[in-house]
């Protein structure tokens, strides 16, 4: 997007939300707006003027899978409610922005300090209270995630990625079959997405692909994004579960963490195809099929 019409799409979310050009706050011009690191899309960025800072997400077409931006919000603000998430300024559907208040203090999570035997414990909290979020929503449909991902790319498919999405299909029908869609899940569990505040908590952003599903999606979600072996999952697994036993198996856990990756795999390349800047979105489904290989 040029940034003359990315700049006006921001001034134009920000004035929407009364945060500039109104007694008390800065004008338009004094706004400095650079990118935020994280996510393939380059979508989100600081806007800031003076001690003044929000995070704003611009949203360019509709992506596989995402959620509408005012879907998007209304979870951001219950996870803020509970104190897991940004608090959520505004939504400006006319400019496709939404706004939210800037962690100043808050930094991404790698994927070693995530899988790090003293956050295990800290990831699993976090989890947990997400998944107290229980509401009308909609649910977890692997099959058709699977459908809309491979549809457009089957002509094309090499034979090692039909065997794939065979794969995929045959996983996520077990899915299906297996776990009821229970509490609101997270589901793009990737480092940039969990940040570490200023006093050592844990924030979760991008909630576009936020489901209801059953709690072992979210557990696998970081297992497979954040590649843990299979000692790190079923820790994770545990941490999470607590003194109650794990209602899976390391075996179930594994096909879950395997059904993430594929999914994770044929979003990258569908994505590919309609992106204006494809590098990203190959890059990432080059790491996913070395991630797949490694299983």
Known sequence: ??????????????RRAQLIERPGTPAADAVEIRPL???????SYLASAGSAAWVVRVSGAQRAGALDLEAEAEITQQAAALGIAPRVLATDPSSGALVT?????ARPMTAAALKAPENVGRVARVLKRLHTIRRPFRRYDAEAFAAQYTRHLEPALSAADRRLAAELRDLARHYRMRYPSLVLC??????????VDGSGGLKLVDFEYAVMAAPVLDLAGIAALNDFD???????A??????????????????????????????ALSSAVAAGDRGPYAAFAARAAAALERT
């Open 37 to 43: 690191d994280g996510g393939l899309g380059r979508r």
């Open 238 to 267: 545990e941490a999470y579960y607590d003194k109650m036993p794990v209602p899976f198996t390391a075996g179930e856990l594994h096909k879950v963490v395997r059904l993430v990756r594929l999914i994770a795999y044929f979003w």
């Open 186 to 195: 997270h589901n793009d569990l990737v480092p940039s997405n969990v940040l």
């Open 101 to 105: 208040e800037h962690l100043s203090r």
């Open 230 to 236: 299979d000692d790190e999952r079923w820790r994770l």
């Open 1 to 14: 997007m040029p940034i003359d019409a990315l700049r006006t799409r921001i001034l134009h979310a920000l």
